[in-house]
């Protein structure tokens, strides 16, 4: 096999390992650490502390430590998240999830910056197209990643349906569940009842050895960087010094698109939080049991990647106005559903459709604004994308903070509000577009060029 193949296949299966146990930990936050809203509150601050991250330590740790050592530390720092929930408290998920923040931000970056070198490195031997060499390499790289989500949330699923107790959720606490949700522990003792300790921390056991083997996979297998091509990299991350790299991201605000991109990078943020923190709660874990969490995210996660694929390909045919308008009329058709549904275990298929519909949405959210930052920015990239990871980050933080304080039906208005006005600023930002480059073809080419999402959860 090809060296810098093989590179790429060890990077892909470590971060699918490492995903797998973190995804479906975080599906199960909000349900398995309920009590006084810790498991949310632990998510948001996991949320504020990349937002730091993403500030300073990528370039920081990659210039010293390299690629390879700063992707297995930062994996080390998800695994510490992990463990801290196997004694779940205040005072060992707080301080695990800012360690996870602080080790996201350089963990992708530094995949990144591996994936891009690997290629660019392939590239000059075999007098190839760099650019599509690593556009081959992040496709098999989010071919293996994607799919994370669905074995994640399968062991999850698989591991707490084992539990001996079956609880019937009774008509009067069913009236707890859905849009006018109790914002009480009421339900703790029906539907979403935690499951027994044997269970958990069986499951907390599989999700920990998956990220320790995670780790030894790229210590083992990874190859350290050549020194020219790592030498190459250090220059460009010196370039610019972390006062620059910093000043320049809320520079990039004079620019008035971005000022208007806001509302629909925050709400992206937004409507990932309610999924995972608030529809799997209320909804799911309420009326059927914690056991099912898993099994609503794994088709949110197929419906996503398979979406993700089709809308990147598609787009060029259809442009992204389409595609927002059909992710917009689709949220807004769950949205106004979900404020008029009560869940009730006998509409099994009902609790599926809306994460498959979310999954829709959600794959036009993240392709394409993806995209669009890279054609709207393309002299200004690294400033540009920062952003985008502010203010996504700063959704889900804004999300998982007032989780436990409204009841669902505030958050799906607030949820609706957001989504009215992201459209409102985007539609701003095409009609400034169309109004500064006429040049339809022009534009058409640009737009055809999108670079697909590289980045789609944290």
């Known amino acids: 096999m090809e060296r810098n193949l093989k590179n790429v296949l060890v990077i892909s299966f470590g971060f699918l390992l490492l995903f797998t146990a973190y995804g479906g930990l975080q599906s199960l936050q909000s349900s398995l650490n309920s009590e006084e809203g810790l498991g949310v509150a632990s998510l948001s601050v996991l949320y504020a502390a990349l937002i730091l991250s993403s500030m300073f330590l990528p370039p920081i740790l990659i210039k010293k430590l390299g690629c ?266 769950c949205i106004i559903a979900l404020l008029l549904w009560k869940p009730h275990p006998k509409q099994l298929a009902v609790f599926f459709v809306f994460p498959a519909l979310w999954g829709l949405a959600d794959a036009v959210w993240q392709t394409q604004t993806n995209g669009l930052y890279g054609i709207l920015f393309e002299k200004h990239k690294e400033a540009a994308f920062a952003n985008y990871r502010l203010w996504e980050s700063l959704g889900f933080v804004i999300a998982f903070g007032y989780s436990t304080k409204l009841q669902a039906y505030i958050k799906l208005y607030i949820l609706l509000s957001v989504l009215v006005l992201s459209m409102l600023t985007y539609g701003a930002v095409e009609y400034l577009e169309a109004k500064s480059s006429p040049g339809t073809p022009a534009a058409a080419k640009k737009e055809k060029g999108a670079p697909h999402a590289q980045e789609t959860r944290m």
């Open 68 to 333: 390879k050592w700063t992707i297995a530390i930062s994996m080390c720092c998800y695994i510490t998240f992990s463990l801290g929930n196997f004694y779940a408290s205040w005072y060992t998920l707080i301080p695990t999830s800012v360690i996870l923040g602080l080790g996201g931000a350089p963990l992708w970056s530094a995949k990144c910056t591996y994936l891009t070198i690997a290629g660019t490195s392939y590239a000059e031997k075999a007098g190839k197209n760099a650019k599509d060499i690593i556009n081959q390499y992040f496709g098999v790289f989010f071919l293996v990643f994607q799919s994370s989500g669905i074995w994640g949330n399968l062991i999850s699923s698989l591991i707490l349906s084992q539990s001996s107790t079956k609880v019937e959720v009774s008509e009067e606490d069913l009236e707890c569940c859905g849009a006018h949700n109790c914002l009480t522990d009421s339900t703790n003792t029906t539907g979403s009842a935690r499951p027994s300790n044997s269970l958990i921390y069986t499951l907390l056991g599989v999700y920990t050895a998956s990220g320790v083997l995670a780790v030894l996979l790229v210590i083992i297998f990874l190859d350290q960087i050549k020194s020219d091509q790592a030498e190459t990299e250090k220059e460009k991350l010196e370039a610019p010094s972390f006062w620059s790299t910093f000043l320049a991201t809320f520079r990039h605000l004079k620019d008035k698109r971005q000022c208007l991109l806001i509302p629909l990078t925050m709400y992206s943020g937004f409507e990932q939080g309610f999924l995972s923190g608030d529809y799997t709660k209320v909804y799911v874990t309420c009326a059927l049991g914690i056991q099912y969490v898993g099994y609503v995210m794994i088709c949110f996660a197929a419906v996503n990647s398979l979406c993700s694929l089709l809308f990147g390909k598609i787009s060029q045919f259809t442009g992204r106005k389409l595609l927002f308008a059909l992710a917009t009329v689709t949220n807004t058709a």
